[in-house]
């Protein structure tokens, strides 16, 4: 069983469906984050939820909407998106604090908008 | 000013040469600092930390970290076609929870 899974792995949706995008990690930790991976662009940080609180939003336009119930599982929702809203969405997850603390991904999710 | 910038290549090399990759980032107060590599297609994954100047090595894989240039590099050595990938720097900023990535350099190893 892999540390953070995502699901569904390929969605791809009009833009005036709902969807939502789903994030659980298995490895105890207490941060998670929802990054957008665009071709040829670099990983954007797209928001933070630190023991379910929010800590950081990105300036990401509403029609996202995170979601986290606990500190296992993170959600996006998905509403009326656009066509440059395709890419591959990554959720990953870190222990809180300490320097040697890394990030670790799921497989991510393959969005593509028509 | 990018937080974290790295050459995007491509980096080509010949199998069994040394491949170099490097990366600058501008937060002094970064701590922690992460090589991954990500296959086309693929999520990131975690190759290599390191924390302190210096050198650590992890089998092929060479990490170099200087704090005063704010520099860091990786080195591969006797590179493998299978080593063809993108490799992404990224740096825990000072806020632990908050972690810069560069835009990656691609590298191909030709065999």
């Known amino acids: 069983e892999t540390g953070v899974t995502q699901t569904p792995r390929h969605l791809v949706m009009g833009m005036t469906n709902k969807k939502s995008l789903k994030c659980e990690q298995h490895l105890g930790h207490n941060a998670m984050y929802w990054y957008k991976q665009s071709a040829k662009k670099p990983l954007e940080l797209m928001f933070v939820y630190n023991f379910k609180e929010q800590t950081e939003n990105n300036s990401v336009p509403s029609r996202f909407s995170p979601e986290c119930p606990n500190s296992s599982h993170l959600f996006l929702h998905l509403h009326t998106l656009q066509p440059e809203d395709s890419a591959l969405y990554l959720c990953a997850s870190s222990p809180q604090g300490g320097t040697g603390n890394t990030i670790y991904f799921g497989e991510g999710s393959w969005l593509t908008v028509v | 000013q990018k937080e974290v910038e790295q050459n995007s290549g491509p980096l080509s090399v010949p199998e069994g040469a040394i491949a170099s990759l490097n990366c600058t980032y501008s937060?002094?107060?970064?701590?922690?600092f992460f090589w991954y590599r990500q296959y086309s297609g693929k999520s990131p994954e975690l190759i290599m930390s390191i924390y302190s100047n210096g050198d650590k090595e992890d089998g092929r894989f060479t990490a170099q970290l200087n704090k005063a240039s704010q520099y860091v590099s990786l080195l591969i050595r006797d590179s493998q076609p299978s080593d063809s990938a993108t490799y992404l720097c990224a740096v825990r900023g000072g806020n632990f929870n908050k972690f810069y990535f560069g835009s990656g350099t691609k590298l191909n190893v030709k065999p």
């Open positions: 937060d002094r107060g970064s701590q922690s």
